[in-house]
């Protein structure tokens, strides 16, 4: 039984497809990489799964709940799946325990003292309790980076969904953020993730898509798809010759 | 509500209106070409102008800015002549909005000289040339261009400020909605007339201002 | 002819000025509230609320204020009312004052990163929730600034309520330079004194600016 199901989405800007079809099943506890060069729909097929971004043809649920264009049904798909951003997106007015405590109590209406207590906890477990009364700006970009995998993981998601999540940090802040993402993969987390660190995606991945001008071009084990890439595409993205 | 609105008196009265529109015109015409030019002096003065000339420059911003354009032109109008300098009611008209835009426009195109790259000064002054030629020559184009936008905006504002004119009777678009609802006691018609006629005024200067900014400045900027 | 000593002439000035101040402070206030709902109406999802306010704002911003004034003037009245100069100065004042305000907030919401919506959606909040929670705290602050620079444009918009016969500042200076033949001195003093209600609050639109400017740097 499948968690994530994708099937022949669709995605047009005006004239221009950028998803030309997509079929994509996530099993429950599943760590999937995706990869490709830039422009190849990656991240909007990412943004689509969260409806930041509305199909034009196909359908997307997630454990059940389809991805429909209104408020209702997003809120119930975005629920179950979370969303970690490359530019981290962390409430610059709030505090780390405010932005993880924030959408716990508007979103779920979850009372102020359950909701600090599990803010707490999942700051913990990223390794950032300390943090809790600090501000965003006051973080490296690896802080920041696991706050918002704090605040995600405080909403309960079955899924999370990591946009190219070490791209925008500092070569030496990548690994303690990697480090947070292994143990959430450990635990048993499905994840989604776009990303250019392959050795990251060798080790910890169950699967790995490679996109090519808007289509799945080649899926399957890492170990395969790294050590034996069929198509050119790939070989060439690999720089395998 | 059984008012019947009434338009017959268009017929009557429109060489009324024809003439209101050409002064509205010409005021904002002679005030921006005027106004803007005061507005580029005082920037230099205020952004590089000589230490003794930047404390005049900033009193005679700030008095405007904070003061409505009506008392402005009544001080002009009403109160000058008591020193002897006695003026006609366009002329009157003309110096206050000159004077009114030259300051908004001061500080407008200061934000722009502002925003020069410093690269820029450098530039000039290692080709060996004075403050002012590169004030001139390099930084005050690209500075008008920044700012280009926001100075339309300005002059559309002292435009549509420019109807109270009429309360000094020169005889703008406004004295003309005044004449005609005082001999029709169609207020509400003639008034909602020249607003209207105002709002495309308002609409095409924009255009025109747009428009001209892009001969005056061909080029995108580069930053 | 009676002598009026300049004394005499500021304190009929000055009690005019508090008459300034009230139709300002309404009119802030009023086009506020007014402003604030424009501004649901021009950032909201639905095609016909942004396009009404866009063209509410368009109007209010591309015709003279004295016309606005002229028309609330005459035509309230006919609908039978017999419209008090006041009532008509406060309504078409908060009515401008509204186009303005929620252009520049719309400014301020705009300025917002668009990650900052997309985090919050993906958090679940709905799109009150996350204007409440998330956008408007980081928009007020930036708001600030223009929004008392702007008050300075609504004291001196009131100066036009003279014309269709509110008694304030401006129309006291008339009254009184009818009365004493000193137009210089007169219109001299009602600047001033509209000069020191409006320079307090553009000084410190742009001191808050500045500050706000720092506080960015250092982020």
Known sequence: MSLIEITEVRKSYGTNEVLKGINLDVAPGEVIAIIGKSGSGKSTLLRCINGLETITQGAISVAGAQLLDDEVHLKALR????????????????????????????????AKAEADAMARKMLDRVGLGHKFDAYPDELSGGQQQRVAIARALAMQPIALLCDEITSALDPELVSEVLAVVRELAAEGMTLLMVTHEMKFARDVCSRVVFMHEGRVHEIGPPQEVFSSPKTPELQQFLGVH | MNYVFEFGWLAQYYPQIVKGVLITLELIAIGAVLGISLGIFCAWARALGPAWLKPIVATYVELIRNTP????????????????????????????????????????????????PKGQFEAGASLAMSRFETFRHVVLVPSLQRIWPALSSQVVIVMLGSSVVSQIAAEDLTFAANFIQSRTFRAFEAYMVSTLIYLCLAVLLRQTLAVLGGFIFPRRLVR | MIEFSTWDILRNLLLATRWTILLSLVSFVGGGAVGLLLLFLRISKRKMARAFAKYYIELFQGTPLLMQLFIAFFGLGLFG?????????????????????????????ESIAKGQWEASASLGMGRLQQM????????????????????????????????????????????????????????????????????????????LERKLNVAHRNH
């Open chain 1, 79 to 110: 629920l179950k799946v979370g969303m970690i951003f490359q530019q981290f997106n962390l409430f610059p007015h709030l505090t780390v325990g405010g932005n993880v405590i924030l959408s716990q109590t508007v979103v779920k209406k979850t």
């Open chain 3, 132 to 207: 409440r929670y998330v956008i408007f705290p980081q928009a007020l602050k930036i708001a600030v600034p223009p929004t008392v620079g702007f008050s300075v444009q609504v004291v001196k918009g009131t100066a036009l309520t003279s014309i269709i016969g509110f008694v304030e500042l401006s129309k006291a200076g008339t009254v009184v330079t009818n009365a004493t033949f000193q137009p210089f001195v007169v219109y001299g003093l009602v600047a001033l004194i509209y000069f020191a209600l409006c320079w307090p609050l553009s000084k410190s639109s742009q001191i």
């Open chain 2, 69 to 116: 354009f009506l008392i402005q032109l009544f001080f002009i109008f009403f109160g000058l002549p008591s020193l002897g300098l006695q003026l006609g009611e366009l002329t009157a008209a003309n110096i206050a909005m000159v004077i009114n835009l030259g300051a908004y426009s001061c500080e407008i195109i200061r934000a722009g000289i502002q925003a020069t």
């Open chain 3, 81 to 109: 009312v017999d419209v008090p100069a006041w009532l008509a100065a406060g309504l078409a004042l908060i009515l401008w004052t509204a186009s303005f305000l929620a252009e520049i907030w719309r400014g301020c919401v």
